[in-house]
Structures are given as C-alpha cells and as structure tokens.
C-alpha cells in the first residue's frame, strides 16, 4: 500500500493541476472546473492515506525521514489551502485563481519525496500525544508559512504586472492586491503564532526528556526561531512603519524560500523509485 | 437573395424585434410574461400552416419561428396580431436558413446587446420548454434546439466571446477592483466633471462604492455631480487630504498638470494594503509622469486603457470568427440530419423489399424449410443490408457541398 500510493501519488497531483491549470484559463464555470475540488479532495485523501499507512506500520508515531517531512509538508499545505483559503477565495473572486500555484507547490514537494523518499519508517520513541501535538502543531505552522510565501509572491507577481501595465492572465485570475496582501497577513501570523507554540512544546519535551541531541543552538531549532520571528514581522507589516504590502509580500516570499532551503540542506539523498 | 436549402423540406420562418430594430418602448409592448408564454405558443401552434412554433420573448428580444409547409398567411397573421403595435421599421423577418442561422446566432450570444452573454441560452431553453409543453415542437425544431444549446455550451466553453470590457471607463473600474478589492468597501476621488470621470463614476456607482468624492476648482460644479451620483464635494485644495484617504483618483480636466509627485508621496502610500490607482483621463495629461515612480502608486493614462480596451476588440473580433465557423459546422450538421431523416422512411421500406426478395429466393431455390439455410441467408442479407445502408447514410450526411451555406450565411449577414 505505502509503495502504490507513493508513486501514485504524484500522478494524482499533476491531473489535479492539469484540472486548475484549465480553470485558470477557463472564462466560466463548467464541468472541469466543478470536478477540480473533487479532485483535490480526493487526492489529498489518497495523501492522508499514505500517512495513515505509516502508522499503522509501526503501529504507533513513526520517525519520519526528512523527505517524508516534505511529504508531509505538501499534504498540510493542500489541506490548508482546501479547507480554508480556496473557500474564502472562491467567494470573493468566484475562481480559485491561487489554487494553480499552491496545486504546484505540493506537487513538486511530493515529486521529491515520492522520487527519493524511503518507503519504510522507524517507531518513534516520543509518547505518542505530545509526538502529534508537537508535529501536527509544526506541519500546520509551515503550511501556513507555505501559503503566506505563496501569496506574497503572487502579490509581487500581479504587482509588477500592474506596473509594467500588462494584463495578462494573472491580472485575470488572480484575486486582488488587496485580497493577496490580507490573505498573505492571516497565513503569516498563523504561522508564527503555531511555530512559536510548536517550537516551546518541543524545547519543553527535550528539558522534561533530557534529550541528548537538543541544543538551543541546533540548526533546526535556530531556523525554526527565525522563521518565527521573521513572519511575525509580516504579519504585522500593516502596523509597521515602512513596511508597505509589497515589501512584506518579498519578505515573505524570500521566508518560503528560506524554509525550503533549509529543508533542502537536511536531506539525505535516497534512491529512486 | 434566396435561403432556401433543399435539406429543409419544411419552410422556417422567423419574424420579431430586438434593441437593434425597436427602441424599449416598442419592445416593452411586445413582451410576453413567463405565465403566458405557454398559452401563446400554444396560439401559434394553432394557426394555419403552422406545424411547429417556437416563442421567445426577453427584455431585449420577442421573436417567433414557425416551421410549416406553406407560412405567408401564418405571417401576415402574426403581423397584425401578435406584432400588431409594431412598424415595419422595427420588424425583421428571416426565412429558411436564415432563420436556422439567426436561431443559432441568438443561442451563441451574437446578437446580444453584451456580446456573448449567457442568460439568453436560458431564457431560451424556457421557451423550448414552454413549447413542448404547448405541443409544438417537432421533429424538425427539437433538434434544431438540442443542436443551439449544444453550441451555445461550447462556444462559451471554448471561446473568448464575451470576456474583456470594450469601454475605457469599465477597463479603470476593472483595474481600480484588481488593485484594491471589492469596490464596496473603497473610496474613489475623481477629480474634474469631465465626461469619462463622470462616466467612471457612474460605473464605480454601478459596481456598488458608495464613497465618492468629487473635487473640483469650481465647487458648485462638483455639487451639482453629487446630486446625481451621491458623495462629496471637495475643492482642489483638499485634495491632498482626500488623496491620503482613497483608494483610487480619476482625474478628468482640461488645462494641465494638477497632480504632481510629491501630492503623492505626502500621502504616505506605504501604510496601505493596496497600491493606490490613479486614471489619468485627461488630455493633456492631469498627473505628472514621474509620479508613477511613487511606490506603492500604480499611474494610467487614457492610452494605457486604450491599449486594453483594443487587446479585449482583438479577442472578441477573433472569438467571434471563432464562433461563426462552428456555427456554420453546426447548421451544417443539421442538415445532414434532415437529409437522413428525409431518407428514412425510403431505407426503412428498401429494408422491406430486400426481405421480401430474400423469402422469395430462398423458396424457389427450395431451401425455404432448412434452417442452416434460412440462417445463412438471412445473416448473409442482414450484414449486406447494414454495409449499404450505412454507406448510404454517411453518403448523405456528407451532404451536397456548403457553398449554398455560405452564401447563405453571408447574405445572411449582409441583411443585418
């Protein structure tokens, strides 16, 4: 099962992006692009199945490999932006025009894992409670970190384009600066809000655990504690002086690209499938 | 010039008025209310020579089609009866593949006050509806209909027709919402009583922002435009004030520069979650060019909206060619289907006779009573039979060339 949804998996994702790729095209409604949430829905079901498979390997919270991190990462990120950014989006703009660059996002992050991730896991040690809070809490902080970059490139994107006064299909499809920008503050200060929570959860287990291999000075643990501090500055751009939406939109797309980086640096390379 | 097709073996006629023939007051006389539609169709059904009628009426169309062996008195009927009020000025009557062709064009969206627009493939599946159930659609106008709403689907599917605004007060609003949101919750300043300014306004109006403000060096001017539009009057000597608190500034003068770089750079554009739109729709110019170099400030000018309002012609002009041609394929394809229908009862009775021929054969060869034989035969003539009379039927559908439809459909044209 782990095996068929791995490489399964990427194949799913690209017919959901091939899906809104032809909706952001698309003038009106019509069959493909009702059926683009069916999709999604579905595949991010198969993804969430592929992690339930994880577990019940090992019958218990397993130690993931950082490819099965990003793995998990996109997943979020997906079920984030499904749950609650597409619907608010849609309402307003009546199309999903973001939806095509976060579909993207995840797809090339579990192309990676699928193409050099391991198919096993090992048990973890950690008491399984606070292992789902702590992750669950840390999946769903760099989700959000994921989306707020996404919006602050777009908005950069439909920026320049309005600038250079050319109205293409972005101009089009995308929803507003002013929606972009919002959208972009809301993901931010969830983000730092949870990584803030989920960082002091793990720093508190290590203490109460006496775990060796923790140090404050742990690349990890400094990342994380910038990330943080980072995108709680753009999520109180409004409020900053200076900090116009088009300079919180760069700094948050160069923290999307620090936070993938910084994941691209931890992997081990793997074989591939 | 004629339309007659000899694929329609019936006569089409279609006789009515739209916004491009009759002013609202000659059509608002003519329009049918939804709860009569029915009864009146079931009138029209009734009339002599009639034997299939569609009615469709909107707020911008009354239009019938009659399908029938012999319709000049159906015509004239309708003249002075449903169309009573009407002149011959406002009146257009097409006949035969003109009336197939403006049936199509009228489903596509292309003769639409807004081109393209998609209610009337609604409004007409209502009167399809109204007609089935007054008992007068046939063979001959059902799948004239399935066909039309099958290519109103794709034409809105597949084309561009319809996107793209060809106004240049509608391309700044459009930009104006693309930058700053819902055009409830902004505030437009607009800057002189020139016409596009007004005309802008009327569509930030339109579009739902209830926060104007007009500023004008003569502040009577101005308040003479609030009494129209709502909103504010200001003098230009509070326009910096005004500048720091809007979301977009239209201005519309004559004589010179009133807006320069640093109006807006006192405005403190960095503390706002969208850039700040400014339509310059002045000639000359209202707004100094290097204040586009403002950050947080996106500047246009009248030829900027210009450029967009040509790219959207472009689009529609080649949509519309787009559209034309699979219009003619679709007209096309339904007269390959009355050629096969005409045909049908001449196959179905050839279809006897081979039987007939078969039984008789078999007998005089003295076989009639083995049935290995009788199975030979029959599944031998069977699959004869099935070869010919799909060779035939493609034959037909290929139909005889489609000169005749086009020059149909240019006369058509020419008519309009």
Same mark, same amino acid.
């Given at each position: 099962m782990i095996q068929l949804l791995t490489v399964l998996l990427p194949t799913a994702y690209l017919a959901v992006l091939l899906a809104y790729a032809h909706d952001f095209r698309a003038q009106s409604e019509d069959r493909h692009t009702r059926l683009r949430r069916l999709y999604f829905y579905a595949t991010l079901a198969l993804h969430a199945g592929l992690f339930a498979a994880y577990v019940r390997s090992v019958d218990g919270p397993p130690q993931f490999d950082r490819l099965h991190v990003v793995s998990a990462l996109g997943l979020t990120t997906g079920l984030l932006y499904a749950l609650v950014g597409e619907g608010a989006e849609s309402t307003r703009q @009546?199309?999903? @025009?973001v939806g095509l660059f976060v579909v993207a996002l995840v797809f090339g992050l579990q192309l990676i894992a699928s193409a050099f991730g391991p198919l096993t896991v090992e048990p973890h040690r950690a008491d399984p409670t606070f292992y789902f809070l702590h992750v669950g809490t840390i999946l769903l902080a760099s989700a959000s970190l994921a989306l707020s970059g996404t919006y602050g490139g777009l908005y950069l994107l439909l920026y320049r384009q309005m600038r250079g006064k050319r109205f293409g299909p972005l101009y089009r499809s995308l929803p507003s600066l002013s929606e972009l920008a919002s959208q972009m503050r809301r993901a931010s200060l969830f983000a730092c809000v949870l990584l803030f929570l989920g960082v002091n959860g793990g720093i508190a287990w290590a203490h109460a655990r006496d775990v060796p291999e923790f140090s404050y000075s742990h690349p990890l643990v400094l990342t994380a504690l910038a990330l943080c501090a980072h995108f709680a500055l753009v999520a109180f751009s409004r409020h900053l002086? @200076?900090?116009?939406p088009r300079r919180a939109s760069l700094a948050a797309t160069i923290g999307l690209v620090v936070f993938l980086g910084s994941l691209y640096f931890a992997l081990a390379p793997g074989k591939f499938h | 010039m004629t339309a007659s097709h000899p694929d329609l073996e019936r006569q089409f006629a279609l006789i009515g008025l739209s916004h491009w023939s009759a002013p609202v007051d000659m059509r608002e006389k003519h329009a049918v209310p939804g709860d009569q539609l029915v009864a009146r169709t079931r009138e029209l059904g009734a009339v %002599? /020579?009639? %034997?299939e009628a569609l009615l469709l009426s909107t707020c911008n169309r009354t239009e019938v089609l009659l399908v029938g062996r012999d319709l000049s008195g159906a015509l004239t009927a309708l003249r002075s009866g449903i169309f009573a009020h009407a002149g011959p000025q406002h009146l257009y009557e097409y006949r035969d593949l003109h009336a197939v062709v403006h049936l199509m064009r009228v489903g596509c969206g292309l003769d639409s006050l807004v081109l393209g627009e998609s209610q009337i493939l609604g409004q007409l599946r209502e009167s399809a509806s109204a007609s089935e159930t007054a008992g007068t659609l046939g063979d001959h106008l059902r799948p004239l209909l399935d066909q039309t709403f099958a290519l109103g689907k794709r034409v809105r599917a597949r084309t561009s027709l319809g996107e793209g605004t060809l106004s240049v007060a509608r391309v700044a609003v459009d930009i104006a919402e693309r930058a700053s /949101?819902? *055009?409830?919750e902004s505030r437009a300043l607009i800057v002189g009583t020139g016409e596009t300014g007004i005309l802008t306004a009327r569509h930030l109006v339109a579009r739902g922002s209830r926060d104007l403000v007009f500023a004008n060096r003569t502040l009577a001017n101005a308040e003479k435009v609030t009494r129209d539009l709502g909103g504010r009057a200001v003098g230009l000597d509070a326009l910096e004030r005004e500048i720091a608190r809007c979301d977009l500034v239209a201005v519309c003068v004559d004589g010179g520069r009133v807006l320069h770089r640093d109006h807006f750079e006192r405005a +403190? *554009? %960095? +503390?706002?979650d969208a850039p700040l739109v400014a339509l310059d729709l002045s000639v000359p110019r209202a707004i100094d060019p290097e204040a586009a170099e403002v950050d947080g400030l996106l500047v246009y000018d009248l030829d900027d909206l210009a450029r967009v309002v040509a790219e959207n012609r472009r689009g529609r002009e080649a949509a519309t060619r787009e559209t034309s041609e699979m219009l003619l394929a679709e007209v096309a394809k339904y007269l390959a289907r009355r050629r096969v229908a005409r045909a049908a009862p001449l196959l179905s009775g050839l279809g006897e006779r081979f039987e007939e021929v078969r039984s008789a054969y078999l007998s005089e060869a003295g076989v009639a009573e083995d049935p290995r034989a009788r199975e030979l035969a029959v599944e031998l003539s069977r699959r004869l039979l099935d070869a010919a009379f799909g060779a035939v039927k493609n034959g037909l559908r290929g139909g005889s060339g489609d000169e005749l439809l086009d020059r149909a459909y240019r006369s058509y044209l020419d008519q309009r």
């Open positions: @009546g199309r999903a @025009g002086p @200076g900090m116009n | %002599d /020579g009639v %034997d /949101g819902p *055009l409830e +403190r *554009l %960095d +503390r706002r």
